[in-house]
C-alpha cells in the first residue's frame, strides 16, 4: 500500500525562526495540498500544487512558501514562525481533479509549535 | 462561497445503537460531498464520497450517508455503532465542475460511542 508521509511529526520552534515541513507521496498524484487545523476551524487549506512546479495559495497563504521541484515532494516553509502558526499541519494528495479519482489522502501530520 | 455545517460538535451514542452525524452544505451548483474520519494524532481517513446517482452512499466500515438535495444534507450513519468507532467526524463539499475545486471542511463532529 502506498503512503504519504510527513516529517517531523512534533516540532517546536522560535518565534521568528524559518521551518521546513516535509511531505513525501508515494502514488505519483498530480494533487497535492497543505492545511492546517485548529479548534473550530476545521481544516482550511493553506497552498496546493497541481503538478511539479505549479502552486497557487489556498485560503490562510500569508507566512508560507511551498515549492514542488518533484511531483512526489511538496514542503512547506514557514519564513519566519509566529505563534499564531502553532498548529497541527496536514499533508495530502488526490490523483485527478474532479471525477471518480477526486478522493484527497492525508498524511499522518506534523504538530508544530512556535514558543 | 460554499460551506459545510456541522451543527453538532459532540455526538454521544451507545455501543450497539445506531448512529447519526449530520451536516449540510451550500454550494452554487451540484456537489460532491465527502465524510472523513480522524482518530486521535493520526490524518484523516476518506469514509465516503456522493458523486452523482444513488442517494444512498455505502462506505468504509459500515458507515453509510444520505445524500438529500431538497434539505440539502448529507448526515453520515450507522445501524449499529462500535466502540472504536469513537473518533472525529468531518464533512466536506466541493463543487461539481470541471477541473480542480476547492473543497471545503466542516468544524468536525466528535463522535463519543459508550459501551
Known amino acids: 500500500d502506498a503512503g504519504i508521509t510527513q516529517s517531523p511529526r512534533y516540532k517546536i520552534t522560535e518565534t521568528g525562526r524559518q521551518v521546513t515541513l516535509m511531505c513525501h507521496q508515494t502514488?505519483?498524484?498530480?494533487?497535492m495540498f497543505w492545511y492546517r487545523q485548529d479548534l473550530g476551524h476545521g481544516l482550511r487549506l493553506i497552498y496546493y500544487?497541481?503538478?511539479?512546479?505549479?502552486?497557487d495559495k489556498g485560503e490562510v497563504p500569508d507566512g508560507y512558501v511551498v515549492s514542488r521541484s518533484k511531483t512526489e515532494n511538496f514542503p512547506l516553509t514557514l519564513e519566519s514562525a509566529t505563534r499564531s502558526q502553532t498548529s497541527v499541519y496536514f499533508c495530502?494528495?488526490?490523483?485527478?481533479?474532479?471525477?471518480?479519482?477526486?478522493?484527497?489522502?492525508f498524511g499522518p501530520g506534523t504538530r508544530l509549535t512556535v514558543l | 462561497a460554499q460551506s459545510v455545517a456541522q451543527p453538532e460538535d459532540q455526538v454521544n451514542v451507545a455501543e450497539g445503537n445506531p448512529l447519526t452525524v449530520k451536516c449540510t452544505y451550500s454550494?452554487?451548483?451540484?456537489?460532491?460531498l465527502f465524510w472523513y474520519v480522524q482518530y486521535p494524532n493520526r490524518g484523516l481517513q476518506f469514509l465516503l464520497k456522493?458523486?452523482?446517482?444513488?442517494?444512498l452512499v455505502k462506505g468504509s466500515y459500515g458507515f453509510e450517508a444520505e445524500f438529500n438535495k431538497s434539505q440539502t444534507s448529507f448526515h453520515l450513519k450507522k445501524p449499529s455503532a462500535l466502540v472504536s468507532d469513537s473518533a472525529l467526524y468531518f464533512c466536506?463539499?466541493?463543487?461539481?465542475?470541471?477541473?480542480?475545486?476547492?473543497?471545503?471542511f466542516g468544524t468536525g463532529t466528535k463522535l463519543q460511542v459508550i459501551p
Open positions: 495530502a494528495s488526490s490523483d485527478r481533479a474532479g471525477g471518480r479519482k477526486d478522493t484527497q489522502y
Open positions: 502514488w505519483s498524484h498530480s494533487y
Open positions: 456522493y458523486i452523482t446517482g444513488d442517494n
Open positions: 454550494v452554487s451548483g451540484n456537489p460532491y
Open positions: 500544487s497541481a503538478a511539479a512546479d505549479i502552486t
Open positions: 466536506a463539499v466541493r463543487l461539481n465542475s470541471g477541473g480542480y475545486q476547492k473543497v471545503t
